[in-house]
């Protein structure tokens, strides 16, 4: 089936140890988010790819970067993970083609622990 | 500022009914999405508003009105399997999306 797959689903790290977490999608859907979520809060958005453009979002700490080498695969890279960054990161994906309803399909989510 | 009001936690009985409330003040207005949301999972699409009045899809509905920036997400003959939180998003003028921390539903039996 058609999904976004999101890998690993716990990721345990150290403190100031790099992870990078990954996603990738099969529904070839040109717009792809990543989102930090912590209990009971809303998600909140890092960054998001228009497909090549990449969105950075005004308060997104510089220890959270992305990659996206293609338009199946999306990157997370925590540069030095401080235990505040212990979250559920959520991937998404829409096709956005300017109706604005379109609705996003998220991953299972990575829920990071930093230890 | 831009805001999603939503109760933060709700419950109801097993075969009732139970209406989730959402108030928004968002900065323009491109549409309203409700997401469901369980424990330890990613959130998945329930149901998009635009236009004002009710929208029907099953044992779930959802309500709009733009005017109030007031919607409501309503589920019948609830079953257990709809313990879960449940998001509310709005998109708003930049077709940013706005959401909401959700409200938690617990189901009794």
């Known amino acids: 089936d058609a999904m976004v797959i999101q890998n690993p689903r716990y990721q345990v790290t150290q403190f100031g140890k790099p992870v990078t977490l990954s996603c990738s999608q099969t529904?070839?859907?040109?717009?792809m988010y990543w989102y930090q979520q912590k209990s009971s809060q809303a998600p909140k958005l890092l960054f998001h790819y228009y497909d090549k453009d990449f969105n950075n979002e005004a308060d997104t700490p510089d220890n959270f970067q992305s990659r996206r080498p293609n338009t199946s695969f999306c990157f997370l890279d925590i540069r030095s993970p401080g235990l505040g960054d212990a979250a559920m990161y959520l991937c998404?994906?829409?096709?956005?083609?300017?109706?604005?309803?379109?609705?996003?399909?998220f991953g299972s989510g990575t829920q990071l622990s930093v230890l | 500022g831009q805001n999603i009001d939503q109760p933060t936690e709700m419950t109801a009985t097993e075969g009732a009914i139970v209406q989730i409330n959402c108030t928004y003040q968002?900065?323009?207005?491109?549409?309203l999405f409700w997401y469901q949301q369980h424990a330890g999972e990613a959130p998945t699409f329930l149901s998009y508003n635009v236009l004002d009045g009710l929208e029907e899809k099953g044992r779930f509905s959802s309500f709009l009105s733009r005017s109030k920036g007031y919607s409501y997400l309503l589920l019948k003959e609830l079953q257990m399997k709809d313990s879960a939180s449940y998001l509310c998003?709005?998109?708003?003028?930049?077709?940013?999306?706005?959401w909401g921390a959700g409200t938690k539903l617990i189901i009794k039996p």
């Open positions: 998003a709005v998109r708003d003028s930049n077709y940013q999306l706005i």
């Open positions: 529904l070839n859907h040109n717009v």
């Open positions: 998404a994906t829409s096709r956005d083609d300017g109706a604005g309803n379109e609705k996003l399909f």
């Open positions: 968002t900065s323009g207005f491109n549409g």
